[in-house]
């Protein structure tokens, strides 16, 4: 594997089906999300609130691709071509959401992080939960930086790629959401 | 003080993160027959598209009847106009003066 996560020995194999896809044969692209839904589905979940969104996010991704086919040059592995296009997605979603999110209670928190000193932090599945819903009242770009660098351990390079943003602006961002995610967590909202 | 806070809360939030990471998001349910579901939204789609084109090329001799129409009624009952501007506008001075003479003015 690469280090993004995407299998680094079926390119030829990808950019094979990309151009038996776009000649119309839809087994071919049936292949292709065959192989990548693991990794999209996978990327997507950190950003999806329940299945039933993780569902929509997936579906969005792969409908892109398929109208965006064409415009796979080639020059990059299919899957990091598919990784941006999966962020975008879920960009996308995230300031889509925005302001639904901007009453979430954030009552959950309370408990767990309320001893934080006692050793007996909460469960991997609580850790998430509570870091989910710190992360709704990121803003979208801050969330978007945190899950890709701190969650899902890419580098600043990588997030850079994927995002579209500078270098720079990644560190910049990266710096401030975590900033923010900690005021979040330990309770001290301006808000 | 401050900055033991921040240290504090730094630790704690790398260790939320790094729990986080252990729990990865099950996808089993979602991933399950997913590129079928896919498929079908694309035929679906590609037929709404579809339809929408057969409905753009029906519309057409509609348009063209219409646009024949409204050209062939132009054509017919559009009234006749002096060619020369001036003449059109001579026409309607001698209204004013025969108007005005009428009235006394």
């Known amino acids: 594997m690469c280090a993004l996560g995407v299998p680094v020995a079926v390119p030829d194999e990808d950019a094979e089906l990309v151009r038996t896809a776009i000649a119309g044969d839809d087994e071919a692209f049936t292949e292709l999300v065959r192989r990548h839904k693991g990794t999209v589905l996978r990327s997507a979940a950190r950003f999806a609130r329940n299945p039933a969104e993780l569902e929509d996010l997936g579906q ?82 801050d969330r978007l930086v945190i899950t890709l660098y701190e969650l899902e351990d890419r580098s600043v390079r990588e997030v850079a790629e994927l995002t579209g943003w500078s270098e720079t602006a990644v560190k910049v961002r990266a710096f401030r959401a975590r900033q923010a995610l900690k005021r979040h967590i330990g309770g001290d909202d301006e808000r | 003080m401050n900055d033991k806070r921040r240290d504090r809360r730094d630790v704690e939030l790398d260790r939320y993160i790094a729990l986080a990471r252990q729990a990865p998001p099950d996808i089993s349910g979602v991933e399950r027959n997913f590129e079928t579901r896919v498929m079908a939204r694309i035929r679906e789609s590609r037929e709404q598209q579809d339809s929408w084109y057969a409905w753009a090329w029906r519309l057409v001799p509609v348009f063209l009847v219409l646009t024949l129409l409204l050209g062939g009624w132009s054509v017919l009952y559009s009234p006749v106009r002096p060619d020369d501007p001036m003449a059109t506008l001579a026409t309607g001075t001698q209204e004013v003066a025969l108007l005005d003479n009428l009235t006394g003015e």
Not at chain 1, 112 to 128: E, F, I, K, M, W
Request: proline share 6%; aromatic share 8%.
């Open chain 1, 60 to 141: 969005e991704t792969f409908l892109r691709v398929y109208r965006d086919l064409r415009s796979f040059r080639g020059d990059a592995p299919f899957g990091h071509w598919l990784s941006r296009i999966t962020v975008h997605v879920c960009y996308d979603a995230l300031r889509k959401r925005r302001r639904e999110e901007k009453d979430v209670s954030l009552e959950v928190l309370a408990a767990p992080v309320a001893d934080p000193s006692t050793g007996n932090g909460p469960s991997a599945q609580l850790a998430r939960m509570i870091l989910d819903q710190a992360m709704s009242r990121l803003k979208p770009e």
